[in-house]
């Protein structure tokens, strides 16, 4: 324990943000280190899923906790900003998918997926599914052409 108090020390010291966070994240990544070197072979942090689920209760108890009435005063606003942003964001991206599927004779399923914001796995795995052209998402997704990328 003092070994990750001593890292949250020394993050808290180079001004970084959440040093007890990312110092016991720091401290346990050089105990794990040092520890294998001087066993010989990798150690495996292991957590029981009994403390698991008690850590998160614990977690989502402190969040909770930390909630004021004053945090939600801008929410609708902010919603409805955000909802407005997200659909003229998905009516560009199609109309940009329609007109290359228009203008090189693509199937429309295939220019949305490479036009779609998502990771390449993903966009693969769904144009497959479709039966779209897996290659050409792939490809697009690659390119650096996506919003994504």
């Known amino acids: ?60 108890s402190s969040v909770g906790a930390s909630l004021r009435r004053t945090m939600f005063a801008g929410l609708v606003r902010t919603l409805f900003v955000g909802l407005l942003s997200s659909i003229g964001l998905i009516l560009s991206m199609f109309l940009c ?23 390449i796995a993903e966009m693969a795995t769904t144009s497959v599914v479709l039966g779209a052209e897996s290659t050409f998402v792939v490809e697009f997704k690659c390119s650096g052409s996506s919003p994504s990328a």
């Open 1 to 60: 324990m003092r070994y990750l108090s001593l890292a949250a020390a020394l993050v808290k010291g180079c001004h970084l943000p959440a040093p007890w966070l990312l110092g016991s994240m720091i401290g346990v990544a050089g105990a794990q280190t040092i520890g294998s070197v001087l066993a010989g072979h990798n150690l495996v942090i292991w957590w029981p899923h009994g403390l698991m689920i008690i850590a998160q209760l614990l977690i989502g």
């Open 97 to 119: 998918a329609l007109l290359v599927a228009k203008t090189t004779g693509l199937d429309l399923m295939t220019a949305v997926l490479a036009f779609s914001p998502g990771g």
